[in-house]
């Protein structure tokens, strides 16, 4: 069964660090557009981060811009998002999300890894 | 990036046909025919219903239907079911500058 499975939530105070990584199975992440996608507690869907299957084309949110990388390593099929100078407002669970082949759809999302930015 | 609107809540009786309407601007819902539909269960990850307003992808019942008018997408769950309690979201692209905007979601009762 295709899966993506995120890690590397956790704690973390203002202005800090963490990497958010995203393994895949079953499929070659490599063949697909991945992204990330947030939600903050009882909040909706946020897109963050997209990456382009040819790594050519990375599109950020303006709220994470500057702050946020998303990237990849086909050989470990997974992707990751760097993430900067964080701030409370980014306290949200991330999910890793498979973009469908066919417009701009996200078809495969994983169970999300919760990330608090608190002091 | 802007939102796309959503009524925050929508019900209806089992059996009954609800329709959950998503409108953006001619920059994305208006401008591409690139809307999704997300279903969400509480503490579930999104699933995804409907691609490219309005078709479905395998596993979703029939009785998930979508459609779009100018700048409003609308999605429609007829013979509506317990299980169809949910929140849903609406997703367009939006260009280069506004790559996907999600709706605000909408929760749906089956009263």
């Known amino acids: 069964e295709e899966q993506v499975v995120e890690s590397g939530g956790g704690l973390v105070k203002p202005g800090g660090s963490l990497r958010l990584s995203c393994a895949a199975s079953?499929?070659?992440?490599?063949?697909?557009?991945m992204n990330w996608v947030r939600q903050a507690p009882g909040g909706g869907l946020e897109w963050v981060s997209s990456?382009?299957?040819?790594?050519?084309?990375?599109y950020h949110a303006d709220s994470v811009k500057g702050r946020f990388t998303i990237s990849r390593d086909n050989a470990k099929n997974s992707v990751y998002l760097q993430m900067n100078d964080l701030r409370v407002e980014d306290t949200a669970v991330y999910y890793c999300?498979?973009?469908?082949?066919?417009?701009?759809?996200?078809?495969?999302w994983g169970q999300g890894t919760l990330v608090t930015v608190s002091s | 990036q802007s939102a796309l609107t959503q009524p925050p809540s929508a019900s209806g009786s089992p059996g009954q046909s609800v329709t959950i309407s998503c409108t953006g601007t001619?920059?994305?819902?208006?401008?591409?025919?690139?809307v999704s539909w997300y279903q969400q269960h509480p503490g579930k990850a999104p699933r995804l219903m409907i691609y490219?307003?309005?078709k479905r992808p395998s596993g979703v019942p029939d009785r998930f239907s979508a459609s779009k008018s100018g700048n409003t997408a609308s999605l429609t769950v007829s013979g509506l079911q317990a299980e169809d309690e949910a929140d849903y979201y609406c997703?367009?692209?939006?260009?280069?500058?506004?790559?996907?905007?999600f709706g605000g979601g909408t929760t749906l009762t089956v009263l």
């Open positions: 999300v498979r973009d469908g082949t066919r417009g701009y759809e996200f078809d495969l």
């Open positions: 079953e499929f070659y992440l490599g063949s697909y557009t």
């Open positions: 997703s367009s692209y939006g260009g280069i500058n506004n790559y996907i905007a």
């Open positions: 490219e307003v309005d």
């Open positions: 001619s920059s994305d819902v208006g401008g591409y025919n690139f």
């Open positions: 990456l382009s299957k040819t790594n050519l084309y990375i």
